[in-house]
């Protein structure tokens, strides 16, 4: 069992990145003793109505805040979506990734918020075929509720955390009405958002 390589997939939009994601990788590369860390920037979401900042710039932010995170866990930003073009399917990276990692065991992080609406995704019944779907119980989501409501769906894991809950559209918003933002993301991010005057039109 040991020998296997697991390897954990954490896509989103990361618009922009910031301190609940980096916690959240933290916790799952812990608790699940993840060998690799794949960090996986969407290059056009079949979801979000939000305008996406340039995808180049949101693979910039998150190369800079998941640098160093885990020193037992190799972690690499792949632009993997990009590559591939289209709308950004999970099912469709994650058997990319099966081809790359023929024997690797895949784990597809989620947050709380994507539990609830997991099963309006396309394919959902292949993820859980293919990965270990797991759930991040962050600040602010009852771990019961979302025990029950993995348990519904089946083959899907609750990891409990004492994660602290931000949202990127939070992040936005602040950014927005020029408020501080030196709280939710890492230096470094809060920097190329002001460097590359990100989401100040965003008025969100």
């Known amino acids: 069992m040991s020998d296997i390589l697991k390897i954990g997939i954490f896509g989103g939009a990361f618009n922009p990145v910031h301190n609940g994601h980096i916690n959240l990788a933290k916790e799952a590369t812990a608790q699940l003793k993840l060998r690799r860390l ?12 939000t305008r996406l900042a340039p995808f180049e710039s949101r693979v910039e932010m998150c190369r800079a805040a998941f640098s160093g995170i885990s020193d037992k866990c190799e972690v690499e930003v792949s632009d993997i979506e990009r590559k591939m073009g289209g709308v950004s399917y999970t099912i469709n990276t994650v058997r990319e990734l099966e081809k790359m990692y023929p024997d690797a065991r895949l784990y597809l ?43 519904e769906i089946g083959r899907v894991s609750v990891l409990v ?44």
Do not use: C
């Open 38 to 49: 794949l960090i996986i920037p969407t290059y056009e979401s079949p979801h979000k109505q």
């Open 109 to 151: 992080l989620i947050g709380g918020d994507m539990l609830y609406s997991f099963r309006e995704w396309y394919k959902y019944e292949s993820l859980l075929k293919e990965t270990k779907v797991t759930a991040i119980a962050r600040g602010g989501d009852s771990f019961t509720d979302m025990r029950e409501f993995a348990n």
């Open 161 to 204: 955390t004492d994660i602290v809950n931000v949202s990127s559209t939070e992040v936005r918003g602040k950014i927005s009405r020029g408020e501080d933002i030196s709280e939710l993301v890492p230096e470094s991010v809060s920097k190329f958002i002001v460097e590359n005057n990100l989401y100040r039109g965003d008025g969100e």
